[in-house]
């Protein structure tokens, strides 16, 4: 017998939660904001909307359905399971944060604060939850398969993200190593920057999207679906023993970008989670490239 679908949702603590928890008490974070010329209420009012949202998806689960909750700070320790439907209900960067932790299962993006959000991932209002479920039971729910960047070390070390994976030094500080392609005909270059960027056509809506501009917007960028990837070495320095002449370019789904470091540390870590990163020292390959799992985002 096969196991009712078990709704995950997934939220993050709001600002109001971390303050009260910082400051002990409704009034005294309340203080400390108006010493900074700010008011609790517009906090605490975004507050409500999160945990509105939260219970107005969750009376929509429909009753023989199973059902937990997991905040992002836990992500990493939580199991997912096959029979899972992931509801993300927040900003479009939770949905980002979970991808790399799931293998095919659905998620629908739920917007809990509509205009404050670009709405790229959280596509939904909590007032659509009903038939969202009633569309993924029956398997008519149509989906997005968003493409996903996927960094391997040598050592078989693994990570996965659905906007950007970023490479280098602990803290931004000047990263070193040899960059080349692989099936460039073996051209590598040594450099030393502040880290290397590789993202994806929904990466393209933020980081990636504010250092292409920077570089004039040469190269086209991806859509989510695309099968195509981006990568640029940031602020790469000019010396006697770095060079600088493989600093941007795009991956197609059968091109790795490689990496050798030659520093004592080097990270990488994917969608702005520095907490779950992969750690990388003195002699060690990377290959970075197109991931062959994607996100399945109902539409």
Known sequence: MSLAPRVVLVHRTTEYEELVARHGTHGQAAFFLSSRGRDIEEVAERHRRARQALTEVTSAIPLTWRQTRVERADLDRFLFGPEDVVVVVGQDGLVANVAKYLAGQPVLGIDADPGRNPGVLVRHRPADAAGLFASTQSGRGDVDELTMVEAVADDTQRLVALNEIYLGAVGHQTARYRLGLEGDGGV????????????????????????????????????????????????????????????????????????????????????????????????????????????????
């Open 188 to 299: 590598v270059e040594a450099q030393a920057s502040s880290g290397v960027l590789i993202g994806t056509g929904t990466g393209a809506t933020g980081w990636i999207r504010s250092v292409w501009q920077e570089r004039g917007g040469r190269l086209p960028l991806p859509s989510p679906t695309d099968e195509r990837l981006l990568w640029f070495v940031r602020e790469a320095w000019p010396s006697p023993a770095t060079g600088t002449s493989l600093v941007a370019g795009e991956l197609a789904a059968a091109t790795r970008l490689r990496l050798t470091v030659e520093s004592e540390r080097l990270v990488a870590f994917g969608d702005g989670m520095e907490s779950d990163a992969v750690e990388l020292t003195w002699g060690q390959t990377v290959r970075v490239g197109v991931c062959r799992e994607r996100l399945r985002l109902v539409t």
